[in-house]
Structure formats: structure tokens, C-alpha cells
T-cell receptor, first 117, second 113 residues
Framework: GAVVSQHPSWVICKSGTSVKIECRSL??????MFWYRQFPKQSLMLMAT?????????EQGVEKDKFLINHASLTLSTLTVTSAHPEDSSFYICSATPRRFSPNTIYFGEGSWLTVV | RKEVEQDPGPFNVPEGATVAFNCTYS??????FFWYRQDCRKEPKLLMSVYSSGNEDGRFTAQLNRASQYISLLIRDSKLSDSATYLCVVNIVTKTSYDKVIFGPGTSLSVIP
């Protein structure tokens, strides 16, 4: 079946540095990918929708200059947390929808745990 | 008002009990509905889709009431392995070329021996 791979699974970085998280669809083309953030004991919050070949659409309250999203190909979207601070520590997870399948099909990556120290 | 709301929980039930989760959504453009299960520190996994006619998968029954914008999940004969957070998920049709997938806050279930 369709698989979405996310990398890295765990990352620890120093405050002020930038971290890139990759989301790859392994056996299907994903015109749209979604990025979510989840703080402990809270639900997944949609951050942005990543569209191949165009700018990402950010949800209200999400800083687009801080969370850079690039969807350069049909199989890869990246989220870069710029100038990370401890409050950015969270579980980041992507999801993707295959182009030719039902739009109701959602596949998740394994998620990335970010700790900023 | 949040787009998707759920019972706050947590639910602590004994093995074998029947438990019901409720979910409401506010956006009338919501088109598709799902229940996901999320174990601690893991990605969510699809439990079942929810159809207007209601659908059942083993011990799990999902119901949708579009008029009331209400979704439910019933778990019968609870097992210890059912302990998890249950997320109500709504797919919203937008004016752009993509849909938005919105998660409810989740309801935590602990099944006790």
C-alpha cells in the first residue's frame, strides 16, 4: 500500500539553529501534503498545506517565515523550522493524499520529534 | 468555536464495557468523516471511515448525522488494547484545488483490567 516516510524521526538542536524535516511519498505522487504539529496531550493542529509547484497555504497563526515549506516535487515536501526556540519543541507530522485515489485517503508519515535546547 | 469538537474525556472503563465517543463539527462544507486512533508518541492510524448510513467493523460502530453535524463511535466489549486516543477527523472541501483535513482534540480511552 501507499507509504509516506518522514525523516528524521528524532532531532535535538540548539536554540537559534534551523531544522529541516522531510516528508516523502514512497510509491505514489502526492500533489498535496499537509503538515501538522502536536504538543503533548493535545491534538494535531494543521499548520499548512503544501502544494507541489506552488506556495504553501498556512493556517491562521502559523508564521510562514518561521516554518518554511517547500514542495518541489510530487514525492517530497520539506518543513524547515528556522531559528528554532524551545517553544518550537513538538511532534511534527506530515500526511499526503495520492493523486489518483479517492480524496478521502490520507496517509501519514511516522512523525518527527523536535527538541530545541 | 473549534471546527471539530469531541468529548473531553478521559474515559476509564473496565474490560468488556461498551463506550461511546461523540464528535461535532461546525463547517457545513465538511464532506468526509473518519475516526482515527493514536497511541502515545505515534502517528494516527485510520480506524474507520464514517458513512451516513452508519457502518460497523467488528466491535466498532460509527454513525453520522449530517443534519445535526454529529459523529459517533461505539466500541463494544472493550479490550485492553483499545486504550488510546480517538480522534474525530473531518475532510473539508475548500474553494481551492485541495481539501483540508481537520482533527478533533481527541478523547483518551483507558481500558482497565
Amino acid at each position: 500500500g501507499a507509504v509516506v516516510s518522514q525523516h528524521p524521526s528524532w532531532v535535538i538542536c540548539k536554540s537559534g539553529t534551523s531544522v529541516k524535516i522531510e516528508c516523502r511519498s514512497l510509491d505514489f505522487q502526492a500533489t498535496t501534503m499537509f503538515w501538522y504539529r502536536q504538543f503533548p496531550k493535545q491534538s494535531l493542529m494543521l499548520m499548512a498545506t503544501s502544494n507541489e509547484g506552488s506556495k504553501a497555504t498556512y493556517e491562521q497563526g502559523v508564521e510562514k517565515d518561521k516554518f518554511l515549506i517547500n514542495h518541489a516535487s510530487l514525492t517530497l515536501s520539506t518543513l524547515t523550522v528556522t531559528s528554532a526556540h524551545p517553544e518550537d519543541s513538538s511532534f511534527y507530522i506530515c500526511s499526503a493524499t495520492p493523486r489518483r485515489f479517492s480524496p478521502n485517503t490520507i496517509y501519514f508519515g511516522e512523525g518527527s520529534w523536535l527538541t530545541v535546547v | 468555536r473549534k471546527e471539530v469538537e469531541q468529548d473531553p474525556g478521559p474515559f476509564n472503563v473496565p474490560e468488556g464495557a461498551t463506550v461511546a465517543f461523540n464528535c461535532t463539527y461546525s463547517n457545513s462544507a465538511s464532506q468526509s468523516f473518519f475516526w482515527y486512533r493514536q497511541d502515545c508518541r505515534k502517528e494516527p492510524k485510520l480506524l474507520m471511515s464514517v458513512y451516513s448510513s452508519g457502518n460497523e467493523d467488528g466491535r466498532f460502530t460509527a454513525q453520522l448525522n449530517r443534519a445535526s453535524q454529529y459523529i459517533s463511535l461505539l466500541i463494544r466489549d472493550s479490550k485492553l488494547s483499545d486504550s488510546a486516543t480517538y480522534l474525530c477527523v473531518v475532510n473539508i472541501v475548500t474553494k481551492t484545488s485541495y481539501d483540508k483535513v481537520i482533527f478533533g482534540p481527541g478523547t483518551s480511552l483507558s481500558v482497565i483490567p
